[in-house]
């Protein structure tokens, strides 16, 4: 985990600054290298759609690990074993898709505070404290890491409220968020100026950089300028076309 670099990540946020990042979901750890050369704020190391397994994760985790760049991985399952594996990699945190219930991203939170504390060594004995320190020491390491859950305002039971009311989540990353449906683009915006009011922030990938401008026009502060493998056919896409060749689109697969 990159203190420094979570630190100069939650500096940025709070000074209005938008924090651009890459969706990585190709298996060289190349990918997170440029990434991290270019200078970009965080990428997310996608282990639930892509096809990375966990000696692959670990290798875009250590790709960052000299920069600025928050390395943050989205998990396929829930679980506290996988939380704590993706803890112990190194990553600056987890992005969880799928929350639907305050409840389910409670039980998240907990296990992430958790699988912290364990990991950086803090000379907790969890036989022998009191169970109110524990819950103090996991309770400070939420400003050490990142939990972002994935939601989508349709899927949410109980409305986003109680969501929202969760203590230590700071951003929450949403799909599709910007739609040319007036009342769809009504309800975004809703969502996303009751985030600020609550001092948290909304993050969403662009799939062009028309969407970019976009998203950032409706006050999302997190900002991913596509996916890694989508990136890289456009701009091969874009050579060939300037030499007559073309190429089949449609099989580029985004998240």
């Given at each position: 985990m990159k203190f420094s670099a979570l630190h100069k990540f939650r500096y940025k946020l709070k000074a209005g600054e938008p924090l651009y990042g890459l969706w990585v979901t190709l298996e060289a750890a190349a990918v997170s290298d440029i990434a991290a050369g270019l200078g970009f704020d965080w990428i997310v190391i996608d282990a639930d759609r892509g096809h990375l397994d966990w000696a692959e994760v670990l290798e875009h985790v250590r790709a960052t690990v000299r920069s600025d760049t928050v390395a943050l991985v989205r998990i396929a399952e829930a679980s506290q074993?996988?939380?704590?594996?993706?803890?112990?990699?190194?990553?600056?945190?987890?992005?969880?898709?799928?929350?639907?219930?305050?409840?389910?991203?409670?039980?998240?939170?907990?296990?992430?505070?958790?699988?912290?504390?364990?990991?950086?060594?803090?000379?907790?004995?969890?036989?022998?404290?009191?169970?109110?320190?524990?819950?103090?020491?996991?309770?400070?390491?939420?400003?050490n890491m990142l939990v972002v859950p994935m939601v989508e305002a349709s899927s949410l039971k109980g409305g986003i409220d109680r969501i929202l009311e969760i203590d230590g989540v700071e951003i929450f990353f949403f799909n599709s968020a910007v739609s040319e449906d007036a009342n769809v683009l009504a309800v975004w915006d809703s969502i996303v100026r009751e985030l600020h009011k609550r001092g948290k922030y909304a993050a969403t990938v662009a799939t062009s950089a028309e969407s970019l401008v976009d998203y950032r026009s409706h006050g999302f502060s997190v900002l991913g300028v596509g996916c890694d493998s989508a990136i890289i056919s456009h701009g091969i896409r874009k050579l060939l076309e300037a030499v007559g060749r073309t190429g089949n689109s449609e099989s580029i697969i985004h998240r």
């Open positions: 074993g996988v939380i704590e594996r993706v803890i112990n990699a190194g990553a600056d945190g987890i992005v969880v898709s799928k929350i639907e219930t305050a409840a389910q991203l409670q039980s998240i939170m907990q296990w992430s505070r958790r699988a912290f504390v364990d990991m950086s060594g803090m000379g907790l004995d969890r036989a022998t404290c009191w169970e109110s320190d524990i819950a103090q020491q996991e309770q400070e390491s939420t400003s």
